[in-house]
């Protein structure tokens, strides 16, 4: 599975844009979620997915700490690369 900051985001696109019935681009990944339309209820789905499509906790503070989509997949791309010793 790809996991950089990119594919991470693109499929936020598209799993959000699902949700709110828009295009996959018209989610703007540098705009906050709340400006987006995204409800606590969406941003709960959207947790639930990311858990499980990538295996990274992500608790709802972590959306206030970031609050757009280029932000959280920085956050998973951290998350989820592997790191050298």
Same mark, same amino acid.
């Not at 699902?18 to 941003?43: T, Y």
């Not at 990538?54 to 592997?82: C, I, K, M, Q, S």
């Given at each position: 599975?790809? %996991?950089?900051?990119?594919? #991470? @985001?693109?499929?936020?696109? *598209?799993?959000?844009? !699902?949700?709110?019935? #828009?295009?996959? /681009?018209? @989610?703007?990944? /540098?705009?906050?979620?709340? +400006?987006?339309?995204? $409800?606590? /209820?969406?941003?709960?789905?959207? &947790? #639930?997915?990311? *858990?499980? +499509?990538?295996?990274? $906790? &992500?608790?709802? *503070?972590? &959306?206030? *700490? !970031?609050? !757009?989509?280029?932000? @959280?997949?920085?956050?998973?791309?951290? +998350?989820? %690369?592997?790191?050298? /010793?």
């Amino acid at each position: 599975m790809d %996991t950089s900051r990119e594919a #991470i @985001v693109r499929w936020c696109q *598209e799993y959000l844009g !699902n949700l709110l019935e #828009i295009p996959a /681009a018209a @989610v703007d990944p /540098a705009v906050d979620f709340d +400006r987006l339309g995204i $409800d606590s /209820a969406l941003a709960v789905s959207l &947790l #639930i997915e990311v *858990e499980e +499509r990538y295996g990274v $906790d &992500l608790a709802p *503070e972590d &959306l206030f *700490e !970031n609050p !757009n989509l280029d932000a @959280v997949a920085a956050y998973l791309h951290a +998350r989820t %690369t592997p790191t050298v /010793a």
